[in-house]
T-cell receptor, first 113, second 115 residues
Framework: EAQVTQNPRYLITVTGKKLTVTCSQN?????MSWYRQDPGLGLRQIYY???????DKGDVPEGYKVSRKEKRNFPLILESPSPNQTSLYFC????????????FGDGTRLSIL | AQSVTQLGSHVSVSEGALVLLRCNYS??????LFWYVQYPYQGLQLLLK??????LVKGINGFEAEFKKSETSFHLTKPSAHMSDAAEYFC?????????????FGRGTSLIVHP
């Protein structure tokens, strides 16, 4: 089954404790991206990757890191999480880029206390 | 810079009534346009997309949208609402510009369907 898998689905943690949210896709997609969804703000892109070893900032990259060492994986790293990063996060992938529809994971709800 | 405006954060209809969700965009180049649906506790799923060609686009679950360049609109419609259509709907625009590939999503419209 074609899918984008995120882990964990839920996480409650404390300020400053490094965390990683994993994302994996099994569709051989070149393009992957991370979004955060906040009430009333829709989805905002954090980082995206056009292909392996190629990443770039989206609209709201501050406080986040990503890496793309393999085509299928695109982890999101919060080196020193803060309460304003409490949000619902989605990973997405598409075949080549944003001209193609994106396939979304089921989301990761992060609470930073 | 591109932008997307979804008119109405909430739209309420009766079961069987017409569904109309509005989306206006701005883009300096011909855009790609998408509608996604999000059910509770799930990620977004593609409803339909416009890239080039026919301006009336048909999607899944009986939804369709029409690209109107002169009005910079891409409104989503469905002739007859069903209870299962209750969800959050997002309009999105993507256009390559200066090497940037950042898609822009609207703030979403919550569709409420009354029996």
């Amino acid at each position: 089954e074609a899918q984008v898998t995120q882990n964990p689905r839920y996480l409650i943690t404390v300020t400053g404790k490094k965390l990683t949210v994993t994302c994996s896709q099994n569709m051989n997609h070149e393009y992957m991206s991370w979004y955060r969804q906040d009430p009333g703000l829709g989805l905002r892109q954090i980082y995206y990757s056009m292909n392996v070893e190629v990443t770039d900032k989206g609209d709201v990259p501050e406080g986040y890191k990503v890496s793309r060492k393999e085509k299928r994986n695109f982890p999101l790293i919060l080196e020193s999480p803060s309460p304003n990063q409490t949000s619902l996060y989605f990973c997405a992938s598409s075949l080549t880029g944003v001209e193609q529809p994106q396939h979304f994971g089921d989301g990761t709800r992060l609470s930073i206390l | 810079a591109q932008s997307v405006t979804q008119l109405g954060s909430h739209v309420s209809v009766s079961e069987g009534a017409l569904v109309l969700l509005r989306c206006n965009y701005s883009s300096s180049v011909p855009p790609y346009l998408f509608w996604y649906v999000q059910y509770p506790y799930q990620g977004l799923q593609l409803l339909l997309k416009y890239t080039t060609g026919a301006t009336l686009v048909k999607g899944i679950n009986g939804f369709e949208a029409e690209f109107k360049k002169s009005e910079t609109s891409f409104h989503l419609t469905k002739p007859s609402a069903h209870m299962s259509d209750a969800a959050e709907y997002f309009c999105a625009v993507s256009s390559p510009s200066g090497g940037s590939y950042i898609p822009t999503f609207g703030r979403g419209t919550s569709l409420i369907v009354h029996p």
